[in-house]
Nanobody, 124 residues
Framework: QVQLVESGGGLVHAGESVRLSCVAS????????MSWFRQVPGKERELVAY????????RYADSVKGRFTISKDNAKNTAYLQMNSLKSEDTAVYYC?????????????????WGQGTQVTVSS
């Protein structure tokens, strides 16, 4: 029922920009915050960015602060991740997920089932 469809990734050169999209369905998008995670094979999935229900608050991993921007459009049930000044270290599969409530310290994905993710490969 719940679907999270990520798109927008691809092969890019270091220094370039990409915008990822996450189209959500099967739940009430407008009462959840949203988040982006990324994962490299052999490593734990890590939080990249978070945005609150109404978009008023955001959080970013230290490694992407100043380069990435998360946003959401409740009317379109879509979250976005604008990624600028990409580095080879940003290479990963990027996933989105919902966030319930108002996280204080830890942002946790709400749904246990993840989408397919979208691969971002940054070449030097």
């Amino acid at each position: 029922q719940v679907q999270l469809v990520e798109s927008g990734g691809g092969l890019v050169h270091a220094g370039e920009s990409v915008r990822l999209s996450c189209v959500a369905s099967g739940f009430t998008f407008g009462i959840y915050g949203m988040s982006w995670f990324r994962q490299v094979p052999g490593k734990e999935r890590e939080l990249v960015a978070y945005i609150s229900i109404n978009g008023s608050n955001t959080r970013y991993a230290d490694s992407v602060k100043g380069r990435f921007t998360i946003s959401k459009d409740n009317a379109k049930n879509t979250a976005y991740l604008q990624m600028n000044s990409l580095k080879s270290e940003d290479t990963a599969v990027y996933y989105c997920n919902a966030v319930a409530g108002y996280p204080t310290s830890t942002v946790r994905p709400w749904f246990s089932s993840w989408g397919q993710g979208t691969q971002v490969t940054v070449s030097s």
